[in-house]
């Protein structure tokens, strides 16, 4: 009986002095296994950004900007996101970019049609800026290829009036000539 007593208590002092270990190791082990923080890369939203059209700063909001065409005038001009993303990497770094449309009325009837990009740096995205594709087009895809940007749409042909449906299709290249410079590739 002596004998399972005292190795009742050996086990209890084990089990004790066990605890107290592990527990005065608590606050160290907590700090070693926690996992190192990782940069989260967050989503670029082309709806939220700021751009640079025909040399004016254009902050959209939910999609949209729009200011007025000549101070006091009632016309405004209205700039959209018009979307057609695509995702690549266009600066070889292996990070994904994105390339999309933008669309700018000037109170008139023209609608002009611009590409732009942003570019994935380990700092944040990297706006670019904005190349005219051209006045009342008719946009159909743009993809990232081989580094580039490809922009596929419809225009007029030559001497056509404004009113007629676009019925040429065009295929614009353009890529990244230094860190955040959208150029036109010349075929």
């Not at 070889?92 to 970019?97: I, T």
């Not at 009036?161 to 614009?172: D, I, L, R, Y």
């Amino acid at each position: 009986m002596q004998r399972k007593w005292a190795v009742v208590v050996v086990v209890a002092v084990l089990l004790a002095g066990g605890e107290f270990y592990l527990l005065s190791l608590g606050g160290r082990m907590t700090k070693t296994l926690q996992p190192s923080p990782v940069p989260v890369e967050t989503a670029f939203d082309p709806k939220n950004a700021t751009y640079t059209v025909e040399g004016l700063s254009v902050s959209l909001h939910n999609g949209v900007a729009q200011v007025p065409a000549a101070p006091g005038s009632a016309s405004k001009v209205t700039t959209r996101y018009f979307g057609n993303d695509a995702t690549g990497d266009l600066n070889g770094d292996g990070r994904n970019d994105t390339a999309f449309l933008i669309a700018q009325e000037g109170g008139g009837s023209g609608v002009f049609y611009y590409v732009a990009a942003a570019i994935n740096t380990p700092g944040g995205y990297k706006v670019t800026n904005t190349i005219l594709l051209g006045d009342r087009i008719a946009p159909q895809t743009t993809e990232i290829r081989n580094g580039e940007v490809l922009v596929n749409y419809a225009e007029r042909k030559a001497g056509e009036p404004m009113t007629a449906e676009p019925s040429v299709g065009v295929t614009k290249m353009f890529k990244i000539a230094h860190e955040t410079i959208l150029t036109e590739v010349v075929q």
